[in-house]
């Protein structure tokens, strides 16, 4: 079982200008929703650790969740409202964000709440802004001291600096996670707004020497590095795909390789550590197919298993 942590949420896309204004389309999403959506097309039986609404957002994405095999059972249900998210998406399709809402439902996760979560885990996903906003952060680093050592910890920061504008304190929430990690996928782009001085081979030398067992840094259309403290770092080059936009590719990345790294046996610690170069690539070769997926469609739009097999 994986357990995702963090926030659900509603994009706002603007689907252009009328009268009085704009036509906007309102869509699920959040990044560790997509996440455990993909998860879950991916053949996953994921459970969502998050807060969610009563609202008629929140309803929404329960039902969500639930017709997509997402198991709600430890998610926390706070008396506040949904967060809204406008994206807004360049010529080439790279979005920008803004959080309207700060007293909502996924920041309200309360120390509390962590007697809902399954102590059986195999796997718990924390990262994005619910790691750096109080006190949903203070919860999930609660959760994960806990179950360090017990289950694979994997993170993914997911910087959102018109989110949470404190470059500091996504700097330190990285730094206390560092040690706790097993499995840290990050993204070129939030490197660079965190750590402009450090090429990403330096970084993941630093994850490595912190404990870290696999750092994967992806850079969108340059493809994957990533590395071990037996392997070496190594570059593998990303699917050519027509790009729609690039929202939920880190999403559908780092579901694809939880996915792919369990089914295959793989979703440990020692597995992790263990993993030879064949392994390693065969995992990040499924992930980046998956995420080449989603970037053809608009939106966050996961790929279900049979796609992502049919195209490698």
């Known amino acids: 079982m994986i357990i995702v942590c963090g926030e659900a949420l509603f994009d706002l896309f603007n689907d ?3 009268a009085g204004g704009y036509a906007l389309s309102a869509r699920v999403g959040g990044s560790p929703f997509n996440l455990v959506i993909g998860l879950a097309r991916l053949g996953l039986r994921p459970m969502f650790f998050g807060g969610l609404s009563a609202d008629m957002f929140g309803r929404k994405l329960a039902s969500t969740l639930e017709s997509e095999g997402v198991d709600l059972s430890c998610a926390p249900r706070p008396p506040a409202s949904t967060a809204l998210v406008t994206i807004d998406l360049d010529q080439a399709g790279v979005p ?17 709440d962590l007697a809902r979560v399954p102590a059986d885990a195999a796997a718990i996903h924390v990262g994005s802004y619910c790691m750096v906003v109080e006190p949903v952060c203070s919860a999930l680093r609660a959760l994960v001291s806990q ?3 017990r289950s694979l910890i994997a993170f993914d920061p997911n910087v959102r600096l018109t989110i949470q504008p404190e470059r500091e304190a996504w700097t330190r929430a990285v730094a206390w996670m560092l040690p706790r990690t097993d499995l840290l996928k990050i993204s070129d782009e939030d490197l660079h707004l965190l750590y402009p001085e450090l090429a990403p081979q330096e970084f993941i030398a630093i994850a490595l ?7 994967v840094v992806t850079r969108g259309g340059r493809g994957v590095l990533a590395a071990t403290a037996a392997l070496a770092p190594f570059e593998l080059p990303a699917p050519q795909v027509e790009v729609a936009d690039t929202v939920g590719a880190g999403d559908t990345f780092q579901a694809a390789l939880l996915s792919h790294l369990s089914r295959h046996g ?4 020692a597995a992790l550590q263990g993993m030879d170069a064949a392994q390693l690539r065969a995992a990040l070769t499924f992930a980046g197919s998956a995420a080449a997926i989603t970037c053809s469609r608009r939106g966050a739009d996961m790929p279900r298993l049979k796609e992502v097999l049919i195209g490698e």
């Open 266 to 269: 793989l979703l440990t610690r």
């Open 96 to 112: 920008s964000y803004a959080l309207y809402g700060t007293a909502t439902a996924e920041r309200a996760v309360a120390l509390s």
């Open 147 to 149: 179950r360090h050592g």
């Open 16 to 18: 252009g200008d009328t």
């Open 209 to 215: 020497r912190a404990g870290v067992a696999l750092v």
